[in-house]
């Protein structure tokens, strides 16, 4: 299993699977442990966490650097997101306590009735390269603070990632398997999930594999939560104030290299500021900077690997083919590395790709629309519902539409963004099940009714 720098395209680093054995000795670790630290007090949960908040402030240039080599994302945004799983770290330091406490319900006079959240045990998270650290705190903070233990399988790509997220837990001072690692492919998943010393899991990364975690675990009867692919929806209402919205729009498309689930991917636009929105954001997209992701400057930096911007470069080109008009890139770059420039596509056919299907990378889709329920119609029109953003001058005006968007996450002038104190979440095929916020910390645990009397 090999990491590859998608800069360069040299190997960084070949890894060894681990075989049956030593899955085996970790998952029996994962639940000894797990046996002693649902004792440990929650308060001692949280200092461990803090702990951990501030090693990933002391290392943050390190872990950084690893993200940007093992993945592509321009080293600013990587330092941003060890920054931001520092603060998930700081929330559930702070809060977790007060997210599990009993709580008490008046029911029969003379009765203690209450609700206790009790950790269930070993808790695999299947996890993509795409946000080598953030995707995987997100979910371990609240977990383990929870009294869980955490079982990671990360993305090949970026094992290097999860030896250093596994140092984090070791520098912070938390005991040995608290949290722990896998080091095996996808075929290997369902095998785990079997097992009965696992006794949940979540899995951030594509539909195909959102459906084959929940078909394994949906026999095992074990709690999944499914963080999926979106084709997010950006509205532009005809009182949008459109050079700062066509600013937004460019880097909501191509933030970590157009890279992420809540990026926005479908622009749908009034046909009133059409035409000016259209030119705007195109040279928006024309002056961003392509290059080396080590370099500050660099706006947008190679896709993470070869196999998935052939895979984006087949979409834009099948919707070309199918009567798209291209207004802005659509070729990779001439160099070494699995560089895609910011890419523009208008006029695009209802069932072409570009509409129909996630286009992961720096492409921008670009739709007409004559009025508010057109937009809604075209906003709603795709399997996927993760996040929608409304751009207006009238913030009451966009409220009004929050509603009639499917979508777990709904903005009215701000870019779509997961944030520790606010639930995290998607519908349809975007999956089910919350993260971050009180509702994260509340889905692998046994919410116990206690009754005395
Ligand atoms: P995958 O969904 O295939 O990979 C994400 C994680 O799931 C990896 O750890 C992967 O392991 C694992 N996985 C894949 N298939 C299965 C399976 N059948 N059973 C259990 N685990 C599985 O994403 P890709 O990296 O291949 O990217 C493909 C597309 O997925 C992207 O172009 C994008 O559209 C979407 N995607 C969405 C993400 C998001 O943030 N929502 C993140 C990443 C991708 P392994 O790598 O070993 O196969």
Not at 204 to 219: K, N
Not at 396 to 418: F, I, Q
Not at 435 to 442: D, Q
Request: aromatic share 8%; glycine share 6%.
């Amino acid at each position: 299993m090999k990491s590859i720098n998608p800069a360069t395209e040299e190997v960084i680093e070949t890894h060894e699977e681990h075989d049956e054995a030593t899955v085996d000795a970790r998952l029996d670790a994962a639940w000894d442990r797990f046996e002693s630290w649902r004792e440990t007090p929650i308060s001692r949960r949280e200092k461990l966490l803090a702990a951990a908040a501030d090693v990933l402030r002391e290392h943050s240039e390190e872990y950084a650097t690893l993200m940007t080599e093992e993945m592509g994302k321009p080293v600013e945004q990587a330092v941003s997101e060890v920054e931001k799983c520092a603060w998930v770290c700081d929330y559930y330091a702070e809060h977790a306590s007060e997210f599990l406490q009993d709580e008490h319900i008046g029911t029969v006079p003379g009765s203690k009735t209450y609700v206790s959240y009790e950790p269930i045990g070993p808790v695999l998270a299947v996890m993509p390269w795409n946000f080598p650290f953030w995707q995987v705190f997100r979910f371990a903070a609240p977990h383990i603070t929870a009294g869980n233990v955490a079982v990671l399988k990360h993305a090949p790509n970026v094992f290097g990632c999860a030896d250093a997220i596994a140092s984090v837990f070791e520098r912070a001072g938390y005991p040995d398997d608290v949290f722990t690692s896998l080091r095996i492919p996808a075929e290997r998943v369902a095998g785990v999930i079997e097992d009965d010393r696992v006794r949940g899991v979540s899995l951030t990364g594509s539909t195909r594999a959102g459906r084959a975690v929940a078909e394994t675990s949906g026999r095992e009867l074990k709690p999944t939560v499914l963080e999926l692919g979106g084709s997010d929806p950006f509205v532009v209402l005809d009182d949008a104030p459109l050079e700062a919205t066509a600013k937004r729009a460019a880097r909501a498309r191509t933030q970590n290299n157009g890279q992420s689930c809540i990026a926005a991917k479908r622009f749908l636009v009034h046909e009133a500021v059409y035409d000016e929105f259209v030119e705007r954001f195109t040279e928006e997209m024309r002056a961003l900077t392509v290059g080396d992701p080590t370099d500050p400057e660099t706006d947008v930096g190679p896709q993470a690997r070869a196999d998935l911007m052939e895979t984006l470069h087949e979409q834009v080109t099948a919707s070309v083919e199918a009567g798209a008009t291209l207004r802005l890139g659509g070729e990779p770059l001439d160099r070494p590395g699995h560089y895609y420039p910011p890419t523009v596509l208008t006029d695009v056919p209802e069932d072409a790709p570009a509409r129909t299907e996630e286009l992961f990378g720096p492409v921008a889709t670009v739709i007409r629309v004559e009025d508010e329920a057109e937009a809604v119609r075209v906003a709603n029109d795709t399997p996927y519902g993760l996040g929608a953003s409304v751009w207006t001058a009238d913030a009451e005006r966009g409220e009004a539409l929050t509603t009639k968007l499917t979508a777990g996450n709904v903005a009215v002038n701000h870019v779509v963004a997961s944030d520790p104190r606010v639930p995290f979440s998607g519908t349809k095929d975007s999956g089910y099940g919350t993260e971050l916020s009180r509702h994260g910390i509340r889905e692998f645990v046994n919410t116990k009714t206690v009754w005395v009397e």
